[in-house]
């Protein structure tokens, strides 16, 4: 059936949203009738930056003739996500008080500045998949997270009840060496192919399944089913926080070449998740649309987060 009319779903609560139509309703019994949501935009890829460095600073010159390059990164005076700081001997990018890069004053600008952008570039992409969530009860699949205790050689001792690893709020938290495995659960009506990404608080992100010796048509989980994943995976001690992301398609979905290529010919990508993700590295797609991402179809997609921190 063809719905009455679409439109643009701006903001959204849990009592009441706003949707700007594209035509009028046409009869008042429209105004009753079902809304469906056929795909999410999750918003432009963008950087806004800070320089606190005098105008005539060589740093500052080639930082600004570099994000001239760059339409998706932003020079603000206020609310802005980073600041460049010269800190004595050293320059930092810092986010807050969190320094996420240094380097050596002396050093060439042009190097700093190469530096700098492509360290903002990864905060600004790791930002925007930390936000990456969507709900579709029929393509729903749960990452479990399970902790376990290794022996002398490495094999699985004994399960670890998760509830030891979290505090009475429910938040999670591992010790540097701890080990865990991952649990899958389709709880969805559809068979889910999956890939699940590990966000680490350094903005690195990895992808942990499918691995380079798996392919995305292997890693499907029917109805009902549950699948844990073979390996075993160390914890690092980290600044913040770590999120682990089950991505579930009703097709499979090659990521992993995205990651390889770093966003570089994603157009033999069918899948909109996968151009999605491409312009995630700031590609060409991406910056020649001023930071405007690709629109994802969401009755094909499931995003849901695990959210844990590891200590020393």
Known sequence: AEPFVKGTLSVSGPFESIVKLENPLQKKSDCSAW???????FGPLQADIRLDLTPDDPIAVAIRKKVRELPVISEQDVNFDLRVVNAGAEVQLRSGDLVL???????????????????MLALAQADYLRNLQVQNDRLKVRLEV????????????RVIPLSEKQDAQGNISFNKGDAIRLRLH?????TAYFTVLD???????????????????ELKIEPGQSLEIPRIFGMSPSNGMELLKVLATDQPVDLSTITQTRGVD??????????????T????????????????????????????????
Request: glycine share 2%.
């Open 35 to 41: 809304v469906y949501t056929l795909e999410k935009n």
């Open 146 to 157: 399970v902790p376990v205790e290794l022996d002398a050689n490495y094999h699985v001792k």
């Open 101 to 119: 890069e240094k380097m050596n004053a002396k050093k060439s600008a042009t190097l700093i500045a190469e530096r700098m952008v492509r360290k």
């Open 199 to 217: 966000i680490q608080s350094n903005n690195e992100f990895l992808i942990l399944a499918p691995d380079n010796k798996e392919t995305p048509e």
């Open 266 to 279: 994603s157009n033999t990508q069918k899948s909109a998740l996968a151009q999605l993700f491409a312009q």
């Open 281 to 312: 590295y700031f590609n060409e797609d991406c910056v020649t649309r001023g930071g405007k991402t690709t629109s994802v179809p969401v009755e094909n997609l499931h995003i849901e987060t695990v959210v844990f921190q590891v200590k020393e």
């Open 186 to 190: 389709n709880e969805g009506l559809r």
